[in-house]
DNA sequence: CTGTTAGCGCGTTCAG
DNA sequence: CTGAACGCGCTAACAG
């Protein structure tokens, strides 16, 4: 129950003795304002506690907000918290907003979602992709609205794409392995997202090629059972008849299994983690680091480009991995 | 560069061949319309890819949106991310999404994003205060806005609050430390934020008082300087002539650093952390649980209650913590 | 069940 | 430098 309801710049011009149109002048920035008029105007705004209502003013200057949509899924997952500070930084550089919504995981919601969020107008759209395929977008993306993807591409759909180099960032990790003496491999997934997971794989395979060893699916662990824990999956590989002497894993939460089930055993495995976590300097865990914030920021940068000029040809953007070195990659094969 | 321009209420009445109106009744969801008006409108906004504006219909309603925002500071926190992944979530259940903006840690820009997400008529406004005061939104809450602070209160401004039980969680820890025998308890903190920090250590004072100690502060680092690191301040503990034989922390972080320092000790120190984290139950930390995603579902769920019916007393919500025994924090005082 | 009129709060256009 | 009229896209209030 408001106790007095909000002023506006009429309410503003008649308290000031001038007419709308100026004290509009006047929060637009034109300087074509008397000071002496615009010392009355902002008296008067700040005695009715008048705040602009940029949700008319949006209207009028046709339907330009100054918000971007950011849509994610997983909302359990920290990567995509780093991924949405980097976002929301840039975007607030550029003097945007971020409207920020998330489709729970459920990929059936997601044009749902966005369309929400597309119909308050956005300037653009950031999205990380967890429907089947982004087609729905077609016609926003005639409309002029820049869409911009994260973490995975857009199926069947042209949109800019800020991405990890997941593939060179897992061969490099393998290949850190092979040289020193490893070839039986394990990779260890638990279900997640497909792009970044074949990726990655192929990454895997690539440097196991390179090394010699043509058939790496005996060691694959790609988790299509939700049901299968990555402990599970470590647990399996190492009690085969052939067991690794080191394992790689798809992901952080991978990481985390495999570091659980290996704290059980004696023997020494050579371990390296696909995404760096907070105490894995602490435990001496190699990984192939890379930094979710910069995604972000890469992702926000598009946007607000895009929104600055239209066109121009579609970019990819792939961020770098850098393999970090703790001991935990660095046990050589045991030999004979 | 839009291909073409995106189609309005009128572009699609035309097209169906009927007024303005009825083609509004449709997306409001009127009943009134004859099923077979509705599907000619509805097939010809299909085919001019027609999107309700939100804007301009938040326009005509009385300048209210279904926004809501959230303001928080420190981008780099988890923590935060999970109260906002929890506003976000039970925000949605009321077809309300989330304007989201952060103060980059800035205590002075706080006034200044507030403003800009409020003169987008958000509906209610979550903060996680981080300026001296919040006395700047006394105008905004007679105007019948609701507000509801997280993690802390507001100070100088009546209003909703979502907190946990930091007192109590903190004072359970100790107190499960002087059951073990200890007397002699550090406590240790990074430099934090004022409200929680002093309602733990209020909470850790208290249960020493209760076991007989009624001076600690030759235990207690509070880390009031920022250049001094929680390790440095687990080292000049442990150093010093009479050094504890447990150790709570004031937060994650703080764990954080006292587990890399006590790593690096022979003499077992018992030690109970403030907030959970994922790998706490691998390396046996006992610590002060507590659901940060709950925080937000809590503050989310009051906002949608407040937007529902104003007005009302002012609410202070406490949620509960958790002491989780791992091992760490069940070390016994040495006897003698 | 459907159409007409008016106007949300602001900014653009064109006069003064 | 300032003001009056008009309309952004939509819906409330009234007709019919």
Redesign the interface.
Known sequence: ??????ATLHDVARLAGVSAKTVSRVYSGSPRVLPETRERILAAAKRL?F??????R??RQG?K?D?VAFVMGD??N?FY?HV??GI??EL?KGGF??????T?DAPDSEPVVV???????VRALVLIPIAGDQSYLE??R???TPIITVDRPATDLVADTVVLANRSGMADAVRSLTANGHRKIGFVSNPSEMYTLSERLAGYRQALMEAGVADSTPWERLGNDPSITPESQVRSLLDSSDPPTAIVTGNNRAT?GA??EL?TREDPVALIGFDD???AE??GISVVAHDPVELGRAAGRLALERIEH??GPIRRIELPTRLVKRGSGEIPAPTG
Not at 97 to 102: E, K, P, R
């Open positions: 129950m408001p106790i007095q309801s909000r506690r705040r602009p209502n940029t949700v008319a949006n209207l339907g907000t918000t909302i359990h920290p918290f949405a500070a929301e930084q607030a907003t971020m409207l920020w919504a998330s729970g369309d929400a969020l597309l119909s308050q107008l016609g926003e005639q409309l002029g985390m570091l659980r704290r976590f907070e105490l602490m435990l239209h066109g």
